[in-house]
């Protein structure tokens, strides 16, 4: 069965970072690209990166441009979100989504079929 496991949520003060990690089990991962979602609390979930089957492109929200950083290392499995000068407004659960169909782009529009259980971030100020 396939799963994705995120990690690395927490609470931290604004201006500081975490690093979130998503584990992937029971399919080939390296043909799927994958991204990051986020929910806050009375809020709809919204996109905040992608990231290729590859690696080598990715797409950022507006709002994360130039703090947040998606990689992936698929000899692990795992896909990253590096979250650096966090502000209280990027509080939220974070999710990990998998693309249903192979050989993907990075972009807000794929079909995102399989989701994590998702990781609680919390900044305070």
């Known amino acids: 069965q396939v799963q994705l496991v995120e990690s690395g949520g927490g609470l931290v003060q604004a201006g500081g970072s975490l690093r979130l990690s998503c584990a992937a089990s029971?399919?080939?991962?390296?043909?799927?690209?994958m991204g990051w979602f986020r929910q806050a609390p009375g809020k709809e979930r919204e996109f905040v990166a992608a990231?290729?089957?590859?690696?080598?492109?990715?797409y950022y929200a507006d709002p994360v441009k130039g703090r947040f950083t998606i990689s992936r290392d698929n000899a692990k499995n795992t896909v990253y979100l590096q979250m650096n000068s966090l502000k209280p407004e990027d509080t939220a659960v974070y999710y990990c989504?998998?693309?249903?169909?192979?050989?993907?782009?990075?972009?807000?529009?794929?079909?995102?079929?399989?989701w994590g259980q998702g990781t609680q971030v919390t900044v305070s100020s």
């Open positions: 989504a998998a693309d249903k169909g192979p050989w993907g782009i990075a972009t807000p529009r794929a079909d995102f079929g399989l």
């Open positions: 990231i290729s089957w590859s690696g080598g492109s990715t």
């Open positions: 029971g399919r080939t991962f390296g043909m799927y690209a």
